[in-house]
Antibody
Framework: QVQLQESGPGLVKPSETLSLTCTVS????????WSWVRQPPGKGLEWIGH???????FYNPSLKSRVTISVDASKRHFSLRLNSVNAADTAVYFC?????????????WGQGTLVTVSS | QSALTQPASVSGSPGQSITISCTGT?????????VSWYQQHPDTAPKLIIY???NRPSGASNRFSGSKSGNTASLTISGLQTEDEADYYC????????????FGGGTKLSVL
């Protein structure tokens, strides 16, 4: 079955750019929507954005000015860039597949990766 | 877009049933049958347990059930087991932005 795996630096300095990649295995990246969700330590889930395999993007308005999500179907991965980070961006970042055709839910999820913003 | 409202915590004894509520607006829960629920154990990823208000994915326990009335969705767990102790999050499609998603703040379930 489809499995997702996040990768990227675990420590980012304030004002710099957070970059993460999610690799898709066990299934096709085509014809699906792919999402990023984050969870600050001890807090709830926050939707960041989605990308369709063809490249169309949809972002949380509260993060839209700082977020870019991209996809490389040939490499079976999609990526997140969040610029001008600060301590409030410290979180576990999850990638997930979003089902949307007549339905709406996230499954499966990656295991998550902790990104700490600190100098 | 505002978060959906969930109780911070609920508790129950093994064998009992509990219900977790999730309140939104007509732009999300009340307007669409696209409510999902996720179970999250400590230091693990969320796991889908209910989708489209009432449906259980393959592999989810039949002790989980979902419902909706107006702007409030509910998750019921029957026959509580110790392994049900976890955080539970509701989520909904929202029309406030294109393909928008809103999550609840999460509910900590304690099985005493």
């Amino acid at each position: 079955q489809v499995q997702l795996q996040e990768s990227g630096p675990g420590l980012v300095k304030p004002s710099e750019t957070l970059s993460l990649t999610c690799t898709v295995s066990g299934g096709s990246i085509n014809s699906h929507y792919w999402s990023w969700v984050r969870q600050p330590p001890g807090k709830g889930l926050e939707w960041i954005g989605h990308i369709y395999y063809s490249g169309s993007t949809f972002y949380n308005p509260s993060l839209k000015s700082r977020v870019t999500i991209s996809v490389d179907a040939s490499k079976r991965h999609f990526s997140l860039r969040l610029n001008s980070v600060n301590a409030a961006d410290t979180a576990v970042y999850f990638c997930a597949r979003l089902a949307v055709v007549g339905t709406f839910w996230f499954d499966p999820w990656g295991q998550g990766t902790l990104v700490t913003v600190s100098s | 877009q505002s978060a959906l409202t969930q109780p911070a915590s609920v508790s129950g004894s093994p064998g009992q049933s509990i219900t977790i509520s999730c309140t939104g607006t007509s732009s999300d829960i009340g307007g669409y049958n696209f409510v999902s629920w996720y179970q999250q154990h400590p230091d693990t990823a969320p796991k889908l347990i209910i989708y489209d208000v009432t449906n259980r994915p393959s592999g989810a326990s039949n002790r989980f059930s979902g419902s909706k009335s107006g702007n409030t969705a509910s998750l019921t767990i029957s026959g509580l087991q110790t392994e049900d102790e976890a955080d539970y999050y509701c989520s909904s499609f929202t029309s406030s932005t294109t393909l928008g998603v809103v999550f609840g703040g999460g509910t900590k379930l304690s099985v005493l």
